[in-house]
């Protein structure tokens, strides 16, 4: 028996019959405008994405990225919560659904599933894409402003995903705040910049306000140990290219690599990493250098050598944004 597609790869195919019809010059530009929308002021009552055109071409584009930059927080969370899977999703300002598939890769199965948005041609073609997902045909796709009068209903998971950089700072902060009162577990997820990390430390500190205890990637709920303006807490997830990414970026590389900013807190019991490394590690001769987090709230710098055995083993194998030491845990 042929096992199942994996997510990523049912989301690639399905993102592959997008652009049927469109020259590629058109969705290039279409590309190319977005982005800079989306890196500049943009205002609140008005949807970004106009038109199936502009969804098509910004989902191939985009989507694979945020698929596997959320598919990596949710995957630290579970780390944390292994023995919790969410019953319900709800995820904010999340156009065509990347979030959603990123969940049915960490907790496959069954769940009520609501997506949230303004842009009703991104909620359209979701909706048309997620019929290649078992887990993903009965979800709700609603067309709501992302604002501070949003409304959600208690749910279990609430994910936030490159949402908080289109909000005026009030906007952010009621977001926050309204899905704090409504979820067991928030995730929220922004660019790798230090714009991006500063918008995630400002919500990771109204969660903790709320109630909530951080879960990934700190391996405390203390204070940030990181200076502000002197540098910023990001990692970074591989993503593969398609053509579209090669017709808008160039290169030959067949990847490239999605960094990103994040923040997942519960209500639930969770066990955060003893540590995290937060930076790429830098293996030398006969050792690995390895940038921590650490939970007394300190920024450490340890050397992992041969002399340690199997640690020096793991420590060669770490990568940035994984816990240390390796979690046991099957």
């Given at each position: ?6 997510p990523?790869e ?15 010059k ?5 590309v ?15 949807p ?8 098509a071409?910004y ?7 945020t698929?596997?930059?959320v598919?990596?927080?949710l995957?630290?969370?579970a780390?944390a919560?292994?023995d919790w899977t969410?019953?319900s999703?709800?995820?904010?300002g999340?156009g ?5 598939w990123?969940?049915?890769?960490t907790?496959?199965?069954d769940?009520?599933v ?5 842009s009703d041609?991104?909620?359209a073609l979701?909706r ?6 078992p ?7 609603q ?8 409304t ?6 609430v994910?936030v995903?490159?949402?908080l950089n ?6 952010r ?15 929220i ?9 500063a ?15 951080v879960?990934?990637p700190c391996?405390?709920s203390?204070?940030?140990?990181i200076?502000?303006?002197e540098?910023w ?6 993503v593969s ?5 090669r017709?808008?970026?160039?290169g030959s590389l ?5 960094k ?11 066990t ?7 930076r790429?590690?830098?293996i030398?001769k ?14 450490t710098?340890r ?7 199997d ?6 194998d770490?990568a ?8 046991d845990?099957?």
């Amino acid at each position: 028996m042929t096992a199942p597609a994996r997510p990523s790869e049912t989301l690639r195919t399905a993102l592959g019959t997008l652009l049927d019809g469109l020259p590629p010059k058109q969705a290039a530009q279409a590309v190319d405008r977005l982005i800079a929308n989306y890196r500049g002021t943009t205002p609140t009552d008005a949807p970004i994405l106009r038109d199936r055109a502009d969804v098509a071409a910004y989902a191939a584009y985009r989507m694979p990225a945020t698929f596997e930059a959320v598919h990596a927080a949710l995957e630290a969370f579970a780390e944390a919560a292994p023995d919790w899977t969410p019953t319900s999703h709800t995820d904010v300002g999340g156009g065509t659904g990347a979030a959603t598939w990123a969940v049915t890769a960490t907790w496959p199965g069954d769940r009520a599933v609501t997506v949230l948005d303004w842009s009703d041609p991104a909620l359209a073609l979701g909706r048309e894409i997620a019929t290649a997902n078992p887990a993903l045909r009965d979800a709700h796709w609603q067309r709501t402003r992302i604002g501070k009068d949003l409304t959600l209903p208690a749910t279990d998971l609430v994910t936030v995903s490159y949402v908080l950089n289109e909000l005026t700072p009030a906007d952010r902060a009621a977001l926050v705040d309204t899905a704090a009162a409504s979820a067991q577990t928030v995730v929220i997820v922004e660019a790798g910049t230090p714009a991006g990390y500063a918008r995630v430390i400002e919500a990771r500190d109204r969660l903790i306000a709320a109630g909530f205890r951080v879960a990934a990637p700190c391996p405390h709920s203390a204070a940030c140990p990181i200076v502000p303006g002197e540098d910023w807490c990001h990692f970074s997830a591989r993503v593969s290219r398609s053509s579209l990414h090669r017709q808008v970026k160039g290169g030959s590389l067949p990847y490239e690599d999605e960094k990103f900013s994040y923040v997942a807190a519960t209500r639930l019991p969770a066990t955060p990493a003893s540590a995290r490394v937060i930076r790429r590690p830098q293996i030398r001769k006969g050792q690995v250098l390895l940038d921590l987090c650490e939970p007394d709230e300190h920024l450490t710098r340890r050397t992992v050598t041969k002399r340690h055995g199997d640690l020096y083993k793991a420590a060669r194998d770490a990568a940035w944004g994984d816990p240390w030491p390796p979690s046991d845990r099957p």
